[in-house]
T-cell receptor, first 113, second 113 residues
């Protein structure tokens, strides 16, 4: 079955540091890929997405590129802020059949001032 | 635009009891999905409802059941509660059933004693 593997957290960074959160996936088909974010006390929110190979999703300074050859979708940000502290989830959705999201286990990011 | 709302936010039940969780979808959305999120884990797909019919189910036993109403709101029912059912239950709505762009509520936290 489909699966998503994320780097374990927590990841602790100082403000303005560079962020990478690794995500790799296993899928039977050709999935769409997503990053969702869960801020403290809030519901999950879509951060960015990519639907085909070499697509780059971007939002709020975050970026991730769909790498089919390495089955990866790593999340990056050049300069993190304290307000980026949250739990980040990588997820995939198959294009056919059941369109449910398969999530990774999440990576907690803590940004210190 | 009203977002996804869930009720109750917290509840405590004992093993063997039954529980009903409720969800109001975002305006204009005809699809509702339910996910279970255990502590420290990513959400796991329970099922999806599209226009009042179940449109896909994850690896959950039949004691997990649901409904969608004509106004696209939804209920999740769990019978014969077990200790392992303790989790955050997330409802998500979407504009159609074929998208991974979901809008999540803040969840209902269920504790089974």
């Amino acid at each position: 079955g489909d699966s998503v593997t994320q780097m374990e957290g927590p990841v602790t960074l100082s403000e303005e540091a560079f962020l990478t959160i690794n995500c790799t996936y296993t899928a039977t088909g050709y999935p769409s890929l997503f990053w969702y974010v869960q801020y403290p006390g809030e519901g999950l929110q879509l951060l960015l997405k990519a639907t085909k190979a070499d697509d780059k999703g971007s939002n709020k300074g975050f970026e991730a590129t769909y790498r089919k050859e390495t089955t990866s979708f790593h999340l990056e940000k050049g300069s993190v802020q304290v307000s980026d502290s949250a739990v980040y989830f990588c997820a995939l959705s198959e294009r056919t059949g059941r369109r449910a999201l398969t999530f990774g286990s999440g990576t907690r990011l803590q940004v210190q001032p | 635009e009203t977002g996804v709302t869930q009720s109750p936010t917290h509840l405590i039940k004992t093993r063997g009891q039954q529980v009903t969780l409720r969800c109001s979808s975002q305006s204009g959305h005809n699809t509702v999905s339910w996910y279970q999120q255990a502590l420290g884990q990513g959400p796991q797909f329970i099922f999806q409802y599209y226009r009042e019919e179940e449109n896909g189910r994850g690896n959950f036993p039949p004691r997990f059941s649901g409904l969608q109403f004509p106004n696209y709101s939804s209920e999740l029912n769990v019978n014969a509660l077990e200790l392992d059912d303790s989790a955050l239950y997330l409802c998500a709505s979407s504009r159609d059933r074929a998208t991974g762009e979901l809008f999540f509520g803040e969840g209902s936290r269920l504790t089974v004693l």
